[in-house]
């Protein structure tokens, strides 16, 4: 099964400084039918104003990964940990017991990011933050796994879930494949680009819902960028 999920079908909120769009419910968006994605929670699609963000705040039994697309984001939380991300690299947050931080874009223009939040395994673990680069020239022609709950994932950041996040860069005309399993549940965003997987046409920022295939198959009408969450 591919399902396509238009951006302009997404919930949507603007505050000024922040504009979110929802691709599941979250906060005063609700659909019954766009609530979880196997262990995928939350999947949020925010443009940030410079000099602005999100005092400190708490969160508790959740994996979140934020994935920055333009600008940067800077963190800082309860366990005295404070880092700046910047586009193309990512940083993962596992709530566990609780943690509280906050996130501020402190650039002089707009921060876009993903924010992803993915169910864990087990609650109650210990709380914990990290972040690291990762190259756009290193995933380019192929998905590379940013963050995972599975070992043997190389240098990707560790979740304490059943899921990896993957990216991929792939240019117009070429195709990128994934194996999973058909029991797994995927959701493929285009950051930029448009791309074609099976029947299914997707353009920047639209999600595609996979489930019930062995091979995911993705090629590129336009030099694309690619973000991968496949979750039990």
Excluded: C
Aim: proline share 5%.
């Amino acid at each position: 099964m591919i399902e396509l999920r238009p951006f302009a079908s997404l919930g949507a909120a603007n505050h000024g400084w922040l504009d979110a769009h929802h691709h599941f419910s979250f906060a005063d968006y609700h659909d019954p039918e766009r609530t979880t994605w196997g262990r995928l929670r939350v999947w949020n699609d925010d443009t940030i104003a410079p000099k602005t963000g999100f005092p400190a705040h708490p969160h508790r039994d959740m994996e979140i990964v934020t994935y920055v697309r333009k600008g940067a984001i800077t963190h800082e939380d309860s366990l005295g940990n404070r880092g700046r991300t910047e586009a193309g690299d990512v940083q993962v947050m596992s709530a566990g017991t609780g943690i509280r931080h906050s996130e501020y874009n402190l650039e002089d223009e707009e921060t876009t990011l993903f924010q992803i939040w993915i169910m864990p395994d087990r609650r109650g673990e210990q709380p914990g933050w990290g972040a690291r680069p990762f190259p756009k020239d290193d995933r380019a022609g192929r998905f590379v796994t940013l963050a995972s709950g599975h070992e043997g994932d190389g240098d990707a950041l560790p979740i304490n879930a059943d899921a990896r996040v993957l990216g991929a860069t792939i240019k117009a005309g070429d195709t990128v494949t994934y194996a999973t399993d058909p029991q797994r549940h995927a959701y493929l965003v285009p950051a930029t680009g448009r791309i074609r997987v099976g029947e299914v046409e997707a353009r920047a920022r639209d999600g595609v819902a996979i489930t019930d295939l062995d091979t995911i198959t993705v090629t590129a009408i336009e030099d694309s960028e690619l973000v991968l969450v496949d979750a039990a």
